[in-house]
């Protein structure tokens, strides 16, 4: 008996939890998927991926991500160079006609402060059919509850580009590529 009552305790908390979060769809115009890295070791070039979708699913009673989902068409890469891009999309970098997306779900978040504004989303990315582990630091931006509610936060860190497949080791370009994702979402 004591093991149902725990069991339907259990259900009820975990139901209260699932009630207060709610999905929201990322707003790709108001959401900036960007990344810098070393060029020539002495400079940075800076780039973003312009066509993207995300699910994000957040509970604001307990400030948390519960999910984040994000898919990245290859193609999108802008780092204000066409001749460049059209490199990066190449077998060379990205192979994009093999490998069309990138892919990221979260696996993990935790809080870093007692204000619950910023924490660590730990998750899968996975690019040119090779998945690996990656760290986030989480910065949270805020709620807007106008015509449409939104969320906005920060995420930031690096990847080594190699580890995925992405070009070779060299010293005209980086390895270490970092990582500045603004997002802004709409509640569903």
Same mark, same amino acid.
């Given at each position: 008996? =004591?093991?149902?009552?725990? !069991?339907?305790?259990?259900?009820s908390?975990?139901?209260?939890?699932?009630?207060?979060?709610?999905?929201?769809?990322?707003?790709?115009?108001?959401?900036?998927? +960007?990344?810098k890295i070393?060029?020539?070791?002495?400079? %940075?070039?800076?780039?973003?991926?312009?066509?993207?979708?995300?699910?994000?699913? $957040?509970? *604001?009673?307990?400030?948390?991500? %519960?999910?984040?989902?994000?898919?990245?068409?290859i193609? !999108?890469i802008?780092?204000?160079?066409?001749? =460049?891009?059209?490199?990066? =999309?190449?077998?060379?970098?990205?192979?994009?006609?093999?490998?069309?997306?990138?892919? $990221?779900?979260m696996?993990?978040?935790?809080?870093?402060?007692?204000?619950?504004?910023?924490?660590?989303?730990?998750?899968?990315?996975?690019?040119?059919?090779?998945?690996?582990?990656?760290?986030?630091?989480? *910065?949270f931006?805020?709620?807007?509850? +106008?015509?449409?509610?939104?969320?906005?936060?920060n995420?930031?860190?690096?990847?080594? =580009?190699? *580890?995925?497949?992405?070009?070779?080791?060299?010293?005209?370009?980086?390895?270490?590529?970092?990582?500045?994702?603004e997002i802004?979402?709409d509640a569903?």
């Open positions: 008996m =004591r093991k149902i009552l725990f !069991s339907l305790a259990a259900c908390l975990l139901t209260l939890s699932l009630a207060n979060a709610k999905e929201y769809v990322v707003d790709t115009a108001h959401t900036d998927v +960007g990344f070393k060029h020539m070791q002495i400079s %940075n070039t800076k780039g973003n991926f312009a066509d993207f979708k995300g699910i994000v699913d $957040f509970d *604001e009673k307990t400030m948390k991500l %519960n999910k984040l989902e994000a898919t990245i068409q193609a !999108s802008d780092t204000g160079n066409e001749g =460049r891009d059209e490199h990066l =999309r190449d077998t060379d970098f990205f192979d994009a006609k093999k490998f069309p997306e990138m892919k $990221f779900v696996t993990e978040f935790k809080f870093d402060d007692d204000e619950k504004d910023e924490g660590i989303v730990k998750g899968d990315l996975t690019i040119k059919g090779i998945t690996k582990p990656i760290e986030l630091e989480y *910065e931006g805020g709620i807007s509850k +106008g015509d449409v509610e939104k969320i906005g936060f995420l930031s860190g690096k990847i080594d =580009r190699t *580890e995925f497949g992405v070009g070779e080791k060299s010293l005209a370009i980086g390895s270490e590529v970092k990582l500045d994702i802004e979402a569903k």
